[in-house]
């Protein structure tokens, strides 16, 4: 009994499953493209790139991951994100400090996170609307900011700006016979700890198994005594926070301010997290999968741009082609599974 | 045994434009089994429901231990050793065997997966529960999710137990797995509230009765004191001589009348291929244990399931049915098992939930013209004495009993020629079970064959004149004449003969 | 008489309660802010045309699309308990559709109007129907399944644009966006009044309403009294297909070219709020056309009303969010609740006191 305890694997969970099936095909398709296209996806670069490229985009996701397991939806992050770049980008021109400027950062997406969280878990308002609303409201504000583009020209930013991990061994050497190498952004260190700390918390602490359950069957939730409404306040709270520090970081990649700045990354979030194998339903995902997810997702693109169709419209189509691929397969999957455990 | 644990005085609950309790009483005592008994909308649940926080009561007050507490949520009546296992399985699918045993009452803000799993195995092992403790819990069966939630109050060390019609989703043998468990924790000192529609189980294991009628307290009562027929009296609050009128049938005989429905080889995808005929006027029974393949087989009759083979003639001649509404244009009738999932339209009104299967059958281009809708809704409120507001109200805010009876109107309004009725008696109240049988009755003299499934035997007895037992989803005998007896049909189910 | 009004202000308004008092409140903010806000005028347009102008007449006519669209979205919402968030990108191919149709014939009539209509009412029903089978037979969430047009189907209306942004100039073309010669009225609001005709029809000869909010509450309970769900929830996104074509069209109408970038856009996330200020449930279920359909004049009438306040047309966003969340925070059901137990408890005390009164 004992030997047969320690042997035997139980079958994947829902999550792990979904997991799994994104981070083959992201292998997959990433081996395929260093066979066939060679060229850049031969360098490790090309990895970091996409990291460096999509920081902002990877800490937005782990929100929306959150807010989704628990069964909800955040479709104001990319408006956050771009009023806390431009907020930030104005006050550090008036001359501000650099830790105020942070601290600027994680109160506007705290305070959107506060407020749109009240409202949906305390005043039981539709999440769609209130953060619709919320997108709307950033974007206006953005805005009434400033309709034009600003540059931030603080010197102590552009110090903290141009900081890089370079390792030497991971970088190629160029045409003229320089050593390039590997340049990795603050922001994706910022990324990736974002990542393991909310993969960390929906793991093991009890915050992230509330996540869980209350995205699991929210009714039962209550009755096995998890405060419903002060859990799902918290994922929204969350995801502002995040909103706000993936604000910061997107500025220290452009170093400016624009209206349009992260526009439309709420859906390209979203998109990340299912690729990742979030389930909007709730109750299903993960973080380490909605990394992939969004290296999915930059993967494919780059692959069409590298294969010569450079028009950009040729990219959201293929985007909107791995979506739909996703989201049957998911589907298939897991209602193969639901079959399987009737029978 | 006389040390007072709980302690409920004058609570009331007003819901709008009802009192769902006035006054009411209620004493639990260290290590007794208690049974809290009254009809639907008697106002066990909503006590239930005060009890655990999930509503707040109006009026009165809650003691434990001799303790005022004030409940205002789920987790203030777990932190107060109050531990409920409700009907419908109240765990998240989502999550590990183990973690729905331990979320919500952790101490620390980490989780260990590891000790968890350990001990919640331990505790599964000494329960004989058959789920690993790894299990996602959604991979597991309907009994053995609601066992893993008796596990978890268990395990709370709680010192009231509410039981809320915990045995309907378990078969025999399952029930007595919880009966045990249930007198041993009963030993340990822990108080236990039973609520059940299954009068013989209150007798097997209570210790004490209380009663409810119409949100009010009827009395509290010793098992000793109260046999099962005075209980049957106090609940519904008349004579029951009513209920002995309905003797049990005399024998009928239909070889010779004809054959409305007659199936060859039928199967779905949840049934295994059966024989199965009915004539006109009969009224026939499907019986064995849940699981048995009872609802599985009138299910693939009306083509709820996938219909995978076999021959179906309807007066005698040849057709299809594949989909529920071939079964409903060959004039089938069928009032699903479970009313809250397959039944009732909640939001919508009486009205719109009386003509829905007639408007169907009429098709999407012709719709019945409101004024027609209204005259039948007002006919059948009448005609089945349905207790609601108006026509307008929304059904999901009637009794139980009540939506049984709507759900009723809109198959009688059909016209039906063969009605198949799995449990329409299934958590509803005594007063309301005795109609519905009447009614099928009835319906049989009018010339319409009905099958009539419960899983109270006494009821079919009552009301068929065939009946088809199933065991491991094959049909094992058929009873009728003088076979038609209790310990027959106890005898075929359990595979006596064979 | 007291009770009537009880009555009406309990059940016979209902769910329309909110959207009618948004509009009340917009209209009495306006008169008050500005007596002539609502002056409505009789005055010649370009083409030499007596037509109606002003405010109150830019507001009708601007939401013309955003009602025709809440419309569908309405069904398609009660049926699925989910939005469908691609329809902006979908008016955008429908649109381009409409206009490459126009383009390829040599002159434009009305004929070639009435074909080129068809043809982007069929294309859009086609893209709908993707939509609609992934939520319908994949039983997909109506948000995900949309998401996948949402973020392909204006880069597919550039490829049928062939990459630039064709106009079309054609007295027809100008009547739909504008004024048909000698009706006073914008052809837009009449074909919102048609289409809502249109809609009433259906529900008056059909039973879609029934079916619709009976699949939308308990879909397996509809199932067994032989309703097929799967029919009826991809009939909604054809029918919201069909008012994709129709509000294309109309935008296309306006301007007289498709430029598959703006034609409305943002126009989804309106749509989806309108449904909502009407008092419908996202989650779907039991549904008002009408509240939609005020829903969106609400939308439009703010829109319209922070204009003639000076604010620039990107910051209206930041307004429109803060009413937008006053509304639905009177709606919440929590806050009902709370005014309701408000309400008995004044009750309760002016009861005491008479009863008092009475010793």
């Known amino acids: ?343 | 045994m006389e040390h007072e644990l709980l302690e409920m005085r004058n609570i009331s609950k007003i819901f709008p434009g009802v009192k769902a309790l006035s006054n009411v009483d209620f004493t639990l005592r260290k290590g007794e089994i208690h049974a809290l008994m009254g009809e639907n909308g008697a106002g066990k649940s909503t006590l239930i429901k005060v009890l655990t926080g999930v509503y707040q009561m109006d009026g009165g007050e809650i003691s434990v231990d001799g303790d005022k507490i004030s409940i205002r949520s789920p987790q203030d009546a777990q932190n107060n050793g109050i531990s409920t296992v409700y009907q419908e399985i109240t765990l998240c699918p989502n999550l590990t065997v183990a973690e729905n045993m331990y979320i919500g009452r952790e101490n620390g803000v980490l989780v260990n997966h590891k000790s968890r799993e350990k001990s919640a195995d331990k505790i599964l092992q000494e329960l004989g529960i058959p789920a690993r403790s790894t299990q996602q819990l959604g991979s597991c069966s309907l009994a053995v999710q609601q066992m893993v939630a008796i596990a978890r109050a268990v395990d709370m060390k709680c010192k009231v137990l509410i039981l809320d019609e915990p045995t309907s989703s378990l078969d025999d043998k399952e029930v007595n797995m919880l009966f045990k468990l249930m007198r041993d924790l009963k030993a340990q000192g822990v108080g236990i509230i039973f609520v059940t529609h299954f009068l013989e189980q209150v007798y097997e294991v209570c210790d004490r009765i209380t009663v409810l009628r119409n949100g009010e307290l009827v009395g509290e009562y010793l098992i000793e004191d109260l046999p099962q027929v005075e209980l049957v009296a106090k609940m519904i609050g008349k004579d029951l001589d009513e209920l002995s009128s309905l003797s049990e049938g005399e024998e009928k005989n239909y070889d010779n009348a004809e054959v409305f429905y007659e199936a060859t080889n039928l199967s779905s995808s949840d049934a295994l291929s059966f024989d199965f005929k009915i004539h006109k006027g009969e009224v026939n029974g499907f019986t064995g244990l849940l699981g048995s393949g009872r609802s599985e087989s009138v299910r693939a009759i009306f083509g709820a399931d996938k219909v995978t083979g076999g021959t179906v003639k309807i007066k005698g001649e040849d057709v299809k049915v594949t989909k529920p509404l071939d079964a409903m244009k060959h004039g089938i009738g069928y009032l699903a098992e479970d009313r809250k999932r397959d039944g009732i339209i909640a939001d919508l009104s009486v009205r719109e939930n009386i003509i829905l299967a007639l408007q169907v059958m009429k098709g999407f281009f012709k719709p019945i013209s409101r004024s027609e809708a209204e005259a039948f809704a007002d006919e059948y409120i009448k005609v089945l004495n349905i207790k609601t507001a108006s026509r307008e109200t929304p059904i999901g805010s009637l009794s139980g009993g009540n939506q049984q009876k709507v759900i009723l109107a809109r198959w009688l309004l059909t016209h039906p020629d063969y009605l198949i009725l799995d449990e329409p008696t299934r958590g509803i109240d005594v007063g309301t079970k005795l109609e519905i049988q009447k009614l099928v009755l009835k319906l049989a003299e009018e010339g319409v064959s009905v099958t009539f499934i419960s899983s109270e035997v006494e009821e079919m007895l009552r009301t068929c004149s065939r009946l088809i037992v199933m065991r491991d989803r094959h049909i094992v005998g058929e009873l009728k004449g003088k076979d038609l007896n209790q310990a027959q049909v106890m005898k075929t189910i359990a595979g006596g003969e064979s | 008489m007291k009770n009537k009004l009880k009555q009406i202000f309990k059940g016979g308004l209902g769910q329309l309660t909110i959207p009618l008092i948004a509009i009340a409140l917009l209209v009495i903010f306006n008169l008050i802010r500005d007596p002539s806000f609502f002056s409505i005028e009789l005055m010649h347009n370009n083409d030499g045309n007596i037509v109606l102008a002003g405010n109150l007449i830019s507001i009708i006519n601007g939401a013309s699309e955003l009602a025709v669209l809440a419309m569908g979205m309405t069904l398609v919402t009660a049926a699925c308990g989910g939005q469908d968030i691609s329809v902006g990108a979908m008016a955008a191919i429908a649109g381009s559709t409409f206009v490459k149709v126009l383009k390829a014939s040599p002159s434009i009539t009305g004929i070639t109007v009435v074909i080129a209509f068809f043809a982007a009412c069929v294309v859009a029903m086609l893209f709908a129907s993707f939509n609609g089978v992934l939520v319908a037979i994949f039983k997909i969430q109506p948000m995900i399944a949309t998401l996948i047009l949402f973020t392909c189907g204006r880069s597919i209306a550039y490829w049928i644009n062939g990459g630039a942004t064709p106009t079309v100039e054609s007295p027809i073309i100008n009547a739909i966006g504008g004024f048909i010669p000698g009706i006073p009225v914008p052809t837009p609001v009449l074909i919102v009044i048609a289409v809502a005709i249109i809609f009433a029809l259906a529900f008056r000869f059909t039973s879609i309403e029934l079916f619709t909010q009976s699949v939308g509450i308990n879909g397996s309970a509809a199932r067994l009294n032989g309703i097929n769900s799967t029919f009826i929830k991809l009939l909604s996104f054809i029918i919201l297909g069909a008012c994709v074509a129709v509000a294309g069209s109309i935008a296309v109408g306006r301007l007289g070219l498709i430029n598959h970038e703006t034609i409305l856009l943002d126009i989804e996330m309106d749509a989806i709020l309108a449904v909502a200020i009407g008092g419908n449930s996202l989650g779907g279920g039991k549904f008002k056309i009408s509240g939609s359909i005020i829903g969106a004049y609400v939308i439009q009438m703010l829109t319209i009303t922070l204009y003639a306040m000076k604010v620039s047309s990107t910051d209206v966003k930041a307004y429109k969010a803060i009413v937008i969340i006053i509304l639905v925070v009177i709606g919440s059901p929590v806050i009902k609740a709370k005014f309701q137990k408000l309400m008995n408890r004044i009750k309760d005390n002016k009861r005491k006191v008479s009863v008092k009164g009475a010793e």
Request: glycine share 12%; net charge positive.
């Open chain 1, 1 to 343: 009994m004992e030997n047969t305890k320690k042997f035997r694997r139980e079958p994947l969970t829902d999550t792990q499953l979904l997991m799994t099936i994104t981070i083959g095909i992201f292998f997959a398709m990433y081996l395929i493209a260093m066979a066939v296209l060679k060229g850049g996806f031969l360098r490790p670069q090309q990895i970091f790139d996409m990291l460096n490229d999509n920081a902002p985009l990877i800490i937005t996701s782990c929100g929306l991951t959150i807010v989704m397991i628990a069964g909800g939806i955040d479709i104001s992050v990319g408006a956050v994100t771009s009023l806390v770049v431009m907020s930030c980008v104005l006050y550090l021109n008036r001359g501000g400090n650099i830790f105020v400027s942070v601290l600027l950062a994680l109160g506007i997406g705290l305070a959107f996170g506060l407020v749109q969280g009240y409202l949906i878990s305390y005043l039981e308002i539709q999440p769609f609307i209130v953060t619709l609303a919320g997108m709307f409201f950033a974007r206006g504000l953005t805005t009434i900011l400033s309709v034009n583009p600003q540059k931030a020209e603080h010197e102590g930013f552009a110090k903290l700006r141009d900081v890089k991990i370079e390792i030497s061994w991971l970088g190629y050497v160029a045409k003229n016979g320089n050593r390039i190498p590997a340049r990795i952004e603050l922001g994706v260190v910022i990324a990736l700890a974002c990542v393991l700390i909310i993969f960390l918390l929906l793991k093991f602490h009890k915050l992230g198994r509330g996540f869980y359950a209350i995205g699991g069957n929210q009714q039962s939730a209550l009755m096995l005594g998890i405060n419903v409404k002060r859990t799902r306040f918290i994922t929204y709270i969350i995801s502002g926070l995040l909103s706000g520090i993936a604000g910061y970081v997107f500025m220290m990649h452009t170093g400016a301010g624009n209206a349009t700045n992260a526009a439309g990354m709420e859906m390209n979030a979203i998109a990340s997290s299912i690729i990742g194998g979030t389930l909007l339903t709730g109750g299903v995902g993960n973080v380490v999968g909605t990394l992939f997810g969004t290296l999915t997702l930059t993967t494919i693109n780059k692959i069409v741009v590298s294969s010569g169709l450079k028009d950009p419209w040729w990219q959201k189509i293929t985007t909107g082609g791995m979506l739909c691929f996703f989201i049957l397969l998911q589907s298939i999957v897991l209602s193969r599974r639901s079959k399987k455990k009737q029978s």
